[in-house]
């Protein structure tokens, strides 16, 4: 195409926007989603781990205290593990659904509303041969550039995010030494704040990771949609219209209007003239309108075919510059007169009236 050549140096338009998402391509890091996941996780692990804690020591005491191997009966198998189940899902159930949807609402806050039909509908070019062979081939090619890069950021975001959890712990040594022989009530307190702290650390780490990632993905994906000049004109002109077709079609429209005023000009009562630059036709029918109305008016060229028309089909033409220019200026095709003009376009009809001998 023209355009393939051409440098892509103008931002994206807001249609180019909407089609694109509309393709379900947006910016967006899988590195922020993930943070966010495991940050939501980790966070309603806290939250909820007295619940889950009561309910595997429940667990744990109907087991010591219900469980008999030498009364125990293979057939009831079910309703043996019965209770155990409930407790688990009860544990686990409020965890796993707290979970899916704060963090299908970060998400959403992330990308916002989308559906894209594109995303989920089936390619077949995805499973030719040669696709496949082409997968393959970039799987097996441990030196692939991708892949490189992806290694190289995965690793610097484990070293990253794991020196921020064994700063923790390089940091409370001395506590995690002290904690030899201690009460256990202690050791489990301390080794909680240990524990929560270093989790913070790598949270807010991996946090941050993720925003600078969504802005690299938000520049990689500005930058991938950029246009060329062309096709910014291209896009206006499709939404605005080919000037030219534009010009054409309000040109017949002005020749269909035209020709439907010179055919109401005949109905006209009268004609008030500059006598020469204007020319405005009035008609005043009680059954229409409560006081005379345009029904064609025109300057230059057009003033000359109305004043033909009505020279053709015998009606009046009175010259009254002020009237005919004011008339001209004020009034639409099908509008009534100012009540400024009453007056002077009453004169004018009872002129013409006592003249045709008409009331």
Known sequence: MANDGAERTEAATPRKRG?????????????????????????????????????????????????????????????????????????????????????????????????????????????????????????????????????????LKVIIVGACGYSVVHSRLDELYALLGADPNIVFHVLGSILAQMFLNMCLAMLIIGFLDLKFQTYMFEKSIKMTKQEVKDEMKDMEGDPKIKSKIKSMGMQMLQQKMMSAVPTADVVVTNPTHYAVALKYDRTVQPVPYVVAKGADFIAFKIREVAQNNNIPIVENKFVARTLYNLVDIGGIIPSEMFQAVAEILAYVYNKNNRT
């Open 19 to 155: 089609k694109e998402r509309e393709k379900g391509n947006i910016a967006k890091s899988k590195d922020l989603i993930s943070a966010i996941n495991v940050t939501i996780g980790i966070v309603m692990l806290f939250v909820l781990s007295g619940w889950i804690m009561n309910r595997m020591l429940t667990a744990m005491y109907h087991s010591f205290t219900n469980l008999n191997p030498r009364s125990y009966d293979p057939s009831e198998f079910m309703g043996t593990i019965a209770p155990y189940v409930k407790l688990m899902a009860q544990a686990v159930l409020p965890f796993f659904c707290s979970v899916v949807i704060l963090t299908v609402f970060a998400i959403r806050l992330q990308i916002g509303p989308m559906f894209a039909l594109d995303k989920v509908k089936p390619k077949f070019s995805n499973v030719s041969p040669k696709k496949w062979v082409d997968g393959l081939k970039r799987l097996l090619n441990p030196f692939e550039p991708n892949k490189l890069m992806e290694l190289a950021k995965s690793m």
